[in-house]
């Protein structure tokens, strides 16, 4: 079975904190994504990374940054906390398929963040 | 316009009932479809995925493309409680890498 897992459940930081969300994945996947889920607004894509020491940005990637310095391991980094990124974070990972349309991300719980 | 459209709900249907579920998109270019199930307080896990117009079934689950409309559903047969949970279309361009574009979901709820 994949395992996906993220460092905490949940988490509160103050406006300001620098803030490390961590991503472990146990099955040797290329493909690391971090997304955040709001109510009304769905899952967005905020970064993701196809190789270690390798990133690319997503569709809201302002005011984070990541890091993959281990094939298993993809960090988001919150610079500064603000409170309009109280938010779910999620971590995923995903292979190259054999087919094109052979993809499954695989999720992990989740971290609920609230900042201050 | 979002790239997808999905009716968040909630919806609540008793057990037994036939449940269809809905997506619409935008970009034509789209080519791979997907619903993923989450339960409560936990990440979205893949049921099902096409890439074709039509319908495909596994088990009580059948999800169904509509590329002429841009319309994606899926139905869910005989419902049970431990179906409640949120179900989220997700959407991949061809040669678009691995992104996947997702609709808001929607939150389902199965009655006894």
């Known amino acids: 079975d994949v395992k996906v897992t993220q460092s905490s459940r949940y988490l509160v930081k103050r406006t300001g904190e620098k803030v490390f969300l961590e991503c472990v994945q146990d099955?040797?996947?290329?493909?690391m994504f971090w997304y955040r889920q709001d109510p009304g607004l769905g899952l967005r894509l905020i970064y993701f990374?196809?190789?270690?020491?390798?990133?690319e940005k997503g569709d809201i990637p302002e005011g984070y940054s990541v890091s993959r310095e281990k094939k298993e391991r993809f960090s988001l980094i919150l610079e500064s906390a603000s409170t309009n990124q109280t938010s779910m974070y999620l971590c995923?990972?995903?292979?190259?398929?054999?087919?094109?349309?052979?993809?499954?991300?695989?999720f992990g719980p989740g971290t609920r963040l609230l900042v201050l | 316009q979002k790239e997808v459209e999905q009716d968040p709900g909630p919806l609540s249907v008793p057990e037994g009932a036939i449940v269809s579920l809905n997506c619409t998109y935008s970009?034509?270019?789209?080519?791979?479809f997907m619903w993923y199930r989450q339960y409560s307080r936990k990440g979205p896990e893949l049921l099902m995925y096409?890439?074709?117009?039509g319908n495909k079934e596994d088990g009580r689950f059948t999800a169904q493309v509509d590329k002429s409309s841009k319309y994606i559903s899926l139905f869910i047969r005989d419902s049970q409680p431990s179906d409640s949970a949120t179900y989220l279309c997700?959407?991949?361009?061809?040669?678009?890498?691995?992104?996947?574009?997702f609709g808001t979901g929607t939150q389902l709820k199965v009655e006894l």
């Open positions: 995923a990972s995903s292979f190259f398929p054999h087919t094109l349309y052979q993809e499954t991300q695989y």
């Open positions: 099955m040797d996947h290329e493909n």
């Open positions: 990374s196809y190789d270690v020491k390798m990133k």
């Open positions: 970009n034509s270019a789209f080519q791979y």
């Open positions: 096409t890439y074709s117009s």
């Open positions: 997700a959407i991949k361009v061809t040669g678009g890498g691995n992104k996947l574009t």
